[in-house]
């Protein structure tokens, strides 16, 4: 049986990073709406192709942030493709994630709500421009197993972020571990993840950034992930911020091209 992870959707370093970069040390609540599209053969015969729209809301203190997002999926490829942050595959024993023998692989199309994902952190300033954020991340297996929309386990991640400022420039670098956890079907190890990015103002409101992404496979037989997203981010007023991405994949862990746009509004922003 093959199982090893796959990606669904956009990066939720990338959109840390780049509220660190933008925000103001204002108390504010955030409410967004996105939608993910991505492909890839991840290893498989036939491509798997996702769509996420997800919805989130954000609060922002005085050097706290808290945020809780559910998307809805739709997912076409092979039977047993699992979506979302560390989704995996349940393949069959003969090569391919789908059904069916030799060359004839079994498809589907199926679609509902994904798993629950919650996460809060603290910004703890080390320097005239230099900040270093504690992150802690929760997954809530609400996505349903029977669709092969989630892996119905609990998993949690700690990580650490240092984000420096040049100026109109910022350099980020994170690090932490996921605990992922674990049922009779799905037995998946605890796995190391890294990343970073640079971003850049380029004009009045707007912000471009380059992140990139690394992760272990959660099996023996799971490839790493290994990708990097490239974004933009336009504040039209204090209140409303929209931004556009694209990502692309470096291993089978990942998917081969992916992108994606988010509307976000804020209350209480100056």
Same mark, same amino acid.
């Given at each position: ?21 933008q ?9 967004s709406?996105?939608a ?12 798997t ?7 989130g ?27 979302g ?32 994902n ?7 300033p ?33 990580m ?17 571990? /996921?605990?992922?956890?674990?049922n009779?079907?799905?037995?998946l190890d ?5 990343g970073?990015?640079?971003?850049a ?10 992140g ?22 336009? /504040? ?7 931004q ?9 862990g ?11 509004? /804020?209350?209480?922003?100056?």
């Amino acid at each position: 049986m093959k199982v090893f992870l796959k990606r669904a959707a956009a990066s939720a370093a990338l959109a840390v990073s780049l509220c660190s970069v933008q925000a103001s040390a204002d108390e504010y609540w955030q409410f967004s709406l996105g939608a993910d599209y991505s492909t890839g053969d991840y290893g498989d015969v036939v491509d798997t192709d996702m769509l996420a729209v997800p919805i989130g809301v954000k609060y922002q203190g005085d050097g706290f942030w808290a945020r809780a997002s559910v998307p809805y999926v739709r997912v076409t490829g092979p039977d047993g493709v699992i979506p979302g942050d560390g989704g995996v595959t349940r393949g069959n024993g003969n090569g391919n994630a789908g059904g069916g023998t030799g060359d004839t692989v079994v498809t589907d199309t199926r679609s509902g709500i994904g798993d629950v994902n919650l996460s809060a952190g603290y910004t703890l300033p080390i320097g005239d421009r230099t900040w270093f954020d504690v992150i802690g991340k929760v997954k809530l297996p609400t996505a349903s197993e029977a669709k092969y929309l989630g892996t119905g386990t609990t998993d949690f991640t700690a990580m650490g972020e240092v984000l420096h400022s040049f100026g109109n420039v910022s350099v980020a670098l994170n690090g932490g571990r /996921r605990f992922n956890g674990s049922n009779d079907l799905y037995q998946l190890d605890d796995v190391w993840l890294a990343g970073g990015g640079v971003y850049a103002v380029a004009g009045e409101g707007l912000t471009l950034g380059l992140g990139y992404e690394w992760r272990e496979g959660a099996l023996d037989t799971s490839p790493d992930r290994s990708e990097a997203t490239a974004s933009a981010t336009f /504040r039209v007023n204090p209140s409303l911020l929209l931004q556009g991405y694209g990502y692309t994949g470096f291993s089978e862990g990942s998917p081969d091209v992916g992108a994606g746009v988010q509307v976000l509004y /804020r209350i209480g922003a100056d």
